[in-house]
T-cell receptor, first 113, second 113 residues
Framework: NAGVTQTPKFRILKIGQSMTLQCTQDMNHNYMYWYRQDPGMGLKLIYYSVGAGITDKGEVPNGYNVSRSTTEDFPLRLELAAPSQTSVYFC????????????FGPGTRLTVT | GESVGLHLPTLSVQEGDNSIINCAYSNSASDYFIWYKQESGKGPQFIIDIRSNMDKRQGQRVTVLLNKTVKHLSLQIAATQPGDSAVYFCAENTYNQGGKLIFGQGTELSVKP
């Protein structure tokens, strides 16, 4: 199993541009999450999903959108990128409510200039 | 709001010594706790978890202790090795929050040879 994969690894955006961060997991996990991590800080939850077709906001959802059309994929969309969105983005998944340990992807480093 | 925090941002230990990383949490209703290790440039990696009905759990070279009376969590690493150098995060979950984890800021562990 590849686990959780994320693309791209790095990206530089200009202010106002849009992009989609891709996340795929091959562990048949029901729960998926998007976090951002600013330098020297912990992880903040952006959005999460408990199954295909179900998404909900986390702690810092403003400026982002998600969709979950399949169990495997959970893309994160940035509309009108702003410098405040410069961060490292991690996608994670967990099996279900009884197995909550989350498995993380390698991250996407995004810079907005 | 509820938060999970760490007592010390950095910890330096000698190779071969035991390490203790501490974490304070404020939500007495939290029922599940996880420790993650994050190496530079990588996503967090699951180490060990513990449920609130336990006070101790052991893994390979790691032990997690939970003291619900003072809302304190610790991670003990035996015979610390250079490969243990990383940032360590604690995270907590409350059943009525679904699969969401709240992460602390992290402690950076540095192992001196």
């Amino acid at each position: 199993n590849a686990g959780v994969t994320q693309t791209p690894k790095f990206r530089i955006l200009k202010i106002g541009q849009s992009m989609t961060l891709q996340c795929t997991q091959d562990m048949n996990h029901n729960y998926m999450y998007w976090y951002r991590q600013d330098p020297g800080m912990g992880l903040k939850l952006i959005y999460y999903s408990v199954g295909a077709g179900i998404t909900d906001k986390g702690e810092v959802p403003n400026g982002y959108n998600v969709s979950r059309s399949t169990t495997e994929d959970f893309p994160l969309r940035l509309e009108l990128a702003a410098p405040s969105q410069t961060s490292v983005y991690f996608c994670a998944s967990s099996r279900n409510r009884d197995r909550l340990e989350q498995y993380f992807g390698p991250g996407t480093r995004l810079t907005v200039t | 709001g509820e938060s999970v925090g760490l007592h010390l941002p950095t910890l330096s230990v000698q190779e071969g010594d035991n390490s203790i990383i501490n974490c304070a949490y404020s939500n007495s209703a939290s029922d599940y706790f996880i420790w993650y290790k994050q190496e530079s440039g990588k996503g967090p990696q699951f180490i060990i978890d513990i449920r609130s009905n336990m006070d101790k759990r052991q893994g390979q070279r790691v032990t997690v202790l939970l003291n619900k009376t003072v809302k304190h969590l610790s991670l003990q690493i035996a015979a610390t090795q250079p490969g243990d150098s990383a940032v360590y995060f604690c995270a907590e979950n409350t059943y009525n929050q679904g699969g969401k984890l709240i992460f602390g800021q992290g402690t950076e562990l540095s192992v001196k040879p």
